[in-house]
């Protein structure tokens, strides 16, 4: 068997063709989100994967177009030769194109799916996949904030408000802002592997992959509005957390009787009471976790669990993180 030299092994992978990425760019669109797919798709890192990406920006109208924070993103490419990339970026949008994108974007994504490319959404981008009737039927994710709007719009889609991103066969979406790196690293474990994909992790100084989903980054419901038969109860155990409650006891402070305090409570409030104890108990060891440097232990008890047991199952209920690796992220 002859061995291929070093110089013929070089023409060979110099002859091959280079994985496309196109990225649609409208009028003050979102400047990080953009930015990422540049950091991951657009240097060129030959030396970990040869050939590595190219990327195109592409417009409606080819030409200059301007970001936020004043900067400007030089789009050559028209809008339709998309539908031909090898993988399709729609990164975040501007509210209005959100809730009403170009009907040649909208085209062009659903053209671009009937060839056979791979489509992605960052963040709010999941607008557009879902006007254009791509994501019916699937699972997908957007930033936490759109969680209840982006639902309410397309309630055909399988919408997941916790994950950092999604994939379902050829299309892949992902939350909000951060996450962008998290969905194109994992674009990046896909095409190259893992070890290529934790190379440009540790070149960005970024971990190759997170824990957990977005819900440790959101805030937790709560209703802005408590009836006043209703408020004194739950400042009265907001100072109690520590302590044993009972549904019972909160009632008592209402001055009402259990089975009209739980009924009165979820018309209000939308969830039960020991829900919503369970709830604020979570807030509060977070913010312990947060700002404190007490033990788990400590903390378990300090926010009513009793046991870091306990604190660990509702809190990976809620969060989807242990309470180990969300102060690890968030302690200050």
């Known amino acids: 068997m002859s061995r291929q030299s070093p110089q013929s092994a070089q023409r060979a992978r110099s002859a091959q063709r280079r994985h496309v990425v196109g ?15 540049c950091e991951v798709f657009g240097i060129d890192r030959a030396d970990l994967a040869d050939p590595w990406y190219e990327l195109r920006f592409a417009a409606v109208t080819p030409g200059r177009h301007a970001a936020r924070s004043g900067l400007t993103v030089d789009a050559p490419y028209p809008l339709e030769t998309l539908a031909d990339v090898d993988t399709l970026i729609l990164p975040a949008f501007a509210r209005a194109k959100q809730i009403e994108p170009p009907d040649e974007l909208v085209r062009t994504v659903r053209k671009a799916h009937e060839n056979g490319r791979r489509i992605v959404a960052i963040c709010t981008g999941a607008y557009v ?6 994501l019916d039927g699937r699972r997908a994710t957007t930033h936490w904030m759109n969680a209840f709007d982006f639902a309410q719009r397309y309630p055909a889609v399988t919408f ?4 950092l991103y999604t994939q379902d066969g050829d299309v892949f979406t992902s939350a909000g802002t951060g996450a962008a790196i998290d969905l194109c690293l ?15 992790a540790r070149r960005m100084v970024v971990p190759p992959h997170r824990d957990g989903g977005q819900s440790q980054f959101a805030n937790l419901p709560q ?8 408020a004194g109860a739950l400042d009265w155990a907001r100072e109690r957390l520590d302590q044993p409650l009972t549904v019972a006891d909160l009632a008592r402070q209402a001055r009402l009787s259990p089975r009209t305090f739980a009924r009165r409570f979820r018309e209000s409030l939308g969830t039960t009471p020991l829900q919503w104890l369970v709830g604020q108990r979570v807030r509060l060891a977070q913010e312990l976790l947060e700002t404190t440097d007490d033990s788990i232990e400590r903390i378990a008890h300090r926010s009513g669990f009793g046991t870091p047991a306990n604190l660990r199952t509702h809190f990976v209920r809620q969060t989807s993180v242990t309470p180990g690796t969300y102060r690890q992220v968030f302690h200050r």
């Open 23 to 37: 990225v649609a760019v409208t009028e003050d669109l979102p400047v990080f989100e953009l930015a990422v797919p």
């Open 129 to 134: 996949l879902a006007a254009a009737g791509l």
């Open 160 to 163: 997941d408000p916790d994950v």
């Open 186 to 200: 994992h674009l990046v474990r896909l095409d190259h592997g893992a070890a290529v994909a934790n190379e440009v």
């Open 223 to 230: 209703r802005p509005r408590t009836p006043d038969t209703l």
